[in-house]
């Protein structure tokens, strides 16, 4: 069974590009999270999905950051007209139940650089 | 808003030696959990703590939960220089799911010869 698999591992865009950063959930797993993490910082968390359907935003800046997980194929993080302040490594972590005490399992991470 | 601080940020100790990292939160909360992350590595899952005096313990390491003053503690025991990473905690809000976590910034942990 293979992990949670996130790509690409490392991306470089300049400023003013797009963002597509790509997220499969361990196999069984239907809720999806992505945390961001800055340089000697612990994770943030930006969003919560379910398959189609968006259940937490609360930590997803309110422009420029969108989140979906369709019914087929992974979860996409975009990220519009970057910023250098957009550099960060990015985690999806995936889960297979919203029940008390559900472990999340984490990716490799995505590790954008804004240049 | 949920604060989660961890203490101390950073340590240094040589192998053989005992330690104990701090986690305290600022909110009711009935699930916490202990993460090692490796350099440019994902993070690592140790021990998920669900209940008021739960502790877990894996090889050297043990890890504890007090509800009633939202604190956990790593225990680190006789350590090892394969324990040299960085340890996050990270507090879930109560009312079950697997919400979103708040984590910690880390205990950079290195550990010499």
């Known amino acids: 069974n293979a992990g949670v698999m996130q790509n690409p591992r490392h991306l470089v865009r300049r400023r003013g590009q797009e963002a597509r950063l790509r997220c499969s959930p361990m196999k069984g797993h239907s809720h999806v999270y992505w945390y961001r993490q800055l340089p000697e910082e612990g994770l943030k968390f930006m969003v919560y999905l379910q398959k189609e359907n968006i259940i937490d935003e609360s930590g997803m800046p309110k422009e420029r950051f969108s989140a979906e997980f369709p019914k087929e194929g992974p979860s996409i993080l975009r990220i519009q007209q970057v910023v250098r302040g957009d550099s960060a490594a990015y985690f999806c972590a995936s889960s297979p139940s919203s029940s008390r005490g559900t472990e999340a399992f984490f990716g490799q991470g995505t590790r954008l650089t804004v240049v | 808003e949920l604060k989660v601080e961890q203490n101390p940020l950073f340590l240094s100790m040589q192998e053989g030696k005992n330690y104990t990292i701090y986690c305290n939160y600022s909110?009711?909360?009935?699930?916490l959990y202990w993460y090692r992350q490796d350099p440019g590595k994902s993070l690592e899952s140790l021990f998920v703590l669900l209940s008021n005096g739960a502790v877990k313990q894996e090889g050297r390491l043990m890890a504890s939960l007090d509800t009633k003053a939202r604190l956990s503690t790593l225990h680190i025991t006789a350590a090892v220089h394969d324990l040299s990473a960085t340890y996050f905690c990270?507090?879930?809000?109560?009312?079950?799911?697997?919400?979103?976590?708040?984590f910690g910034k880390g205990t950079h942990l290195i550990i010499q010869p």
């Open positions: 990270a507090v879930a809000y109560s009312g079950g799911g697997a919400d979103g976590l708040t």
């Open positions: 909110t009711t909360s009935d699930r």
